[in-house]
């Protein structure tokens, strides 16, 4: 009997091993199905650093919590490779989401949610298993440019490249093309556009619309660029580092596949130098863009605050000077006369001016900005809340132009605005076209061609009426001075 105990007590031993050794095939059959060997694997998901302030939300206004990401041992790259089949084919993907909004006249939009694959070299962007209870394209395929200009459709739009977007429903046989990097934050495709060369073109077209569209992620998202200009990413570094914590890619030469949680084509526009709360997702506000640019540059002043007349000190002014077209001829007469009034006059030529990262200091510092109606106003966005800018109008019934561009926008900024009108005395085209012409009896029936406004009414210098302009000066003067 005891003998029976003992062989009966070996039995189970050896029976279950040799079921643990029958189970090891079934084991390594999971393990290559399922791909779980995490200590093994070759696959690195790229994953956004952890928000500073909170999982949440990045307290403050963000931009500063952003830089320290950027600077400190948290932030990651987000170009880890991965094995293709990170997202197997045979296990079924969650509906993703296809929304687009061609309403706009600024700009096309389309958002997708859920399985979004992007591969630039292609400029394709690829929704897998799209639902069709949302937007759903003809034939499943989109395309639309991804810039702010669309109502330059025959002109500016043209030198934007097509992004296609491309639908999949869940019982298409057609695979995508398999993820080579995965990211776990949002994407936003956009163009640099043509490049323009100038502060008005780069915060209209593109700064404004990619803090709309982009802002609210607080830095977790990822920034793609048809059209990639690196001129203009250096120009702009400073408020790209604030929208965003990872480096710009280069859309078109990228031959990776990159795998989304979401992708965002196309940047919001609300016209140039804008931005209506209303219609911002989040509620966003000039003012709110403003406060974002002087931290975004390390700005000092968010106030303009009254000089008392009797202290000694100066309000100062900077006074933007062209070259070339809308030029003041008498520039050292106008610096004169405003520096008798009693402003510290700052004479800021286009060298100055071009260097944006310089120029917004010495506009920061200053209470308000006067020029001759053009790019270089563009740069009161610098100025602190309450500062003036003093736009100088050419001849030519300029004033609708010059006001939409340079004077509409600034009550929105918490700006003051000021205008100086040129008379037909003080434009040079009155030694180029005799006073019955056209250009002074009938501006308006020269508008009909704006190649010809352009060429005439914008190429003007300017010879200011010195008594006039001081009188303007003065009147400034005492509006941001106190006794």
């Known amino acids: 009997m005891k003998a029976r105990r003992n062989e009966s007590s070996k039995k189970p031993r050896c029976g279950g091993a040799v079921a643990a050794w029958l189970l090891v095939p079934l084991l390594v059959l999971v393990v290559l199905k399922t791909g779980y060997l995490p200590q093994l694997t070759r696959r690195s998901v ?59 006249r600024h700009t096309d939009i389309c958002a997708m949610e859920g399985d979004a694959r992007v591969h630039g070299k292609s400029g394709t962007v ?25 109502y330059e459709e025959s002109s500016t739009m043209q030198m934007v490249r097509e992004v296609t977007i491309r639908s999949s429903a869940p019982t298409d046989d057609t695979a995508p093309p398999s993820c080579t990097v995965t990211h776990d934050v949002p994407a936003v495709v956009f163009s640099t556009g043509p490049d323009r060369g100038n502060i008005f073109h780069g915060l209209a077209d593109l700064i404004i619309p990619l803090y709309i569209t982009a802002r609210e992620y607080d830095g977790r998202v990822q920034l793609l660029a048809t059209g990639y200009q690196q001129q203009w990413i250096s120009h702009y570094q400073h408020l790209l580092d604030a929208l965003s914590v990872y480096p710009v890619i280069d859309f078109d030469a990228d031959e990776a596949v990159r795998c989304f949680p979401s992708v965002h084509v196309g940047m919001e526009s609300h016209g140039e130098l804008r931005i209506d709360p209303a219609l911002s997702r989040k509620g966003y506000t000039m003012t709110d863009f403003r406060d974002f640019l002087l931290s975004a540059y390390s700005l000092k002043r968010t106030w303009t605050t009254p000089v008392n007349r009797s202290s000694g000190q100066r309000p100062r002014l900077v006074m933007v000077l062209r070259r070339h077209s809308r030029e003041i001829t008498n520039e050292a007469e106008a610096i004169a006369a405003a520096t008798e009034v009693g402003f510290e006059v700052v004479a800021a030529g286009p060298e100055l001016v071009g260097d944006t990262d310089r120029f917004a200091e010495v506009v920061n510092s200053c209470d308000v900005l006067v020029g001759v109606h053009g790019a270089g106003l563009t ?34 900024m918490g700006l003051r605005y000021v205008e100086y009108e040129v008379t037909a005395e003080e434009t040079t085209l009155k030694d180029v076209y005799p006073k019955d012409h056209a250009v002074f009896t009938d501006p308006l029936s020269i508008h009909k061609d704006f190649s010809m ?22 009147q400034i003067y005492e509006s941001v001075t106190i006794t």
């Open 46 to 104: 790229a994953e956004a650093p952890p928000s500073p302030a909170s999982s949440d939300k990045i307290a403050g206004d963000g931009v500063d919590e952003i830089k320290d990401v950027k600077n400190g041992k948290n932030f990651l790259a987000m170009n880890g490779e991965i094995d293709g089949s990170l997202r197997s084919s045979d296990v079924a993907a969650p509906r993703s989401k296809l929304t687009c909004d061609f309403s706009s």
């Open 126 to 150: 690829y929704v897998v298993a799209a639902s069709k209870d949302n937007y759903w394209p003809e034939n499943g395929t989109v395309t639309i440019r991804p810039f702010t200009r669309k």
């Open 379 to 412: 740069n009161m966005v610098f100025l602190p809340h309450n500062g003036t800018e003093v736009q100088i109008i050419p001849w030519g019934k300029l004033q609708f132009i010059a006001f939409q561009e340079y004077g509409s926008p600034l009550a929105d």
């Open 453 to 474: 406004v352009w060429s005439i009414f914008l190429g003007q210098n300017v010879t200011l009426d010195i008594g006039h302009f001081k009188g303007v000066m003065q």
